[in-house]
């Protein structure tokens, strides 16, 4: 059964927070700037900066969720899987340059039966998970392999690992790690949702000290040769 | 004051409208996570509007607006919906007199119209109600006159 609109409904409730509050938080920005005396003070200026750049962040998440809405009524077509993987790095290059090197070790895959932007979401959302699990400088390691009919993607980080305990609720809507300012615990429901929306699953292997392993696998597109 | 309860299982949903009542009007907004709780507020005070969300973990938006009707019948009910459930509540509409149901992500702006016109619409009809009772009472002693004029000439 199809897990699109129960995906959609999930991201619909942030989805509506944040446009609501960035409503409120642009018109208080408005109305705070119109009251400001000719000569607002040095707190006035540092305060409306914060409002400002809240409301910058506010636009990016709200898009970015908009995204994943708009790729849910995409069409599935025969997709590469290596070139959602270098699409979604191409746009993390800024995370990751200087500080995460990312080793490449693909395999002779075929394709899969997929939504190529749903796809780039996960890749984008699993990576930028791992990057942000190493502190400092670190690797990320993307193997490809087929294995029979699947396709399995392997992203591993050189980060502290994760604990049983956070293993067990990774996965749980709204659970997070980072703190309120920094995430609402969506990334890795939307990936888990998404791959089983494509009738695949994630699996996470790690071991405390030794990094993090992010396993997606993916039924192999009917007849689709291998893109090597 | 106009006294709004809101539910939703979500927080963030329940702290972004008790803002938004909060910063653009002057309506009193009440929010509860849980819909077993908010009916137990509703037994204690009265309130204008209520809000609920459809889909919750352990009463459904409907069911939750049906008994609240019940405790409250003269409170106005609005349903918010997501994607998946926009169905049941057209259903609802019928089944148990939601004044409007608002999908999510709704729009501040009309969400404030909604709630501002249904909250005048409820005054409206608590005066008209108010009305005719005053209309009935001075029917009655108008009509106690009559009978005393009849008694006093015949």
Known sequence: MSKAPELVHELRTPLAAIRSNHDILEKAFQSLRAHLGTNPGDETLNLLAIVEESLRISRLA?????AVIRSVREERRQTNLHDAIESALALLGHELKGRIRIVKDFGDITAVDARPDQLHQVFMNIILNSAQAIQGTGEIRITTRQDGPMVRI???????????????????HGFTTKGAQSGMGLGLVICHKI???????????SDIGKGATFTVVLPAAPGAEKEG | MSKILIVDDEEMVTT?????FRLRTDYEAITFT???EALRSAERHMYDLVISDYLMPDIDGITFLSRFKEAQPYAIRILLTGYADKESAIRAINEIGLYQYVEKPWDN??????VKNAIEKAALLRTLEQKILELRAAQGSLKEFQNELIRAFI
């Open chain 1, 195 to 205: 791959i089983e929306d494509h009738a695949g699953h994630i699996e996470v292997h």
């Open chain 2, 34 to 36: 849980s819909p077993e």
């Open chain 2, 16 to 20: 972004s409208l008790r803002n938004l």
């Open chain 2, 109 to 114: 702006d009309a969400l404030l119209m909604i």
């Open chain 1, 154 to 172: 392997m992203i591993s980080d050189s980060g502290p690992g994760i604990s049983p305990e956070i293993r067990d609720r990774i996965f749980d």
């Open chain 1, 62 to 66: 709200r898009e970015r969720l908009e």
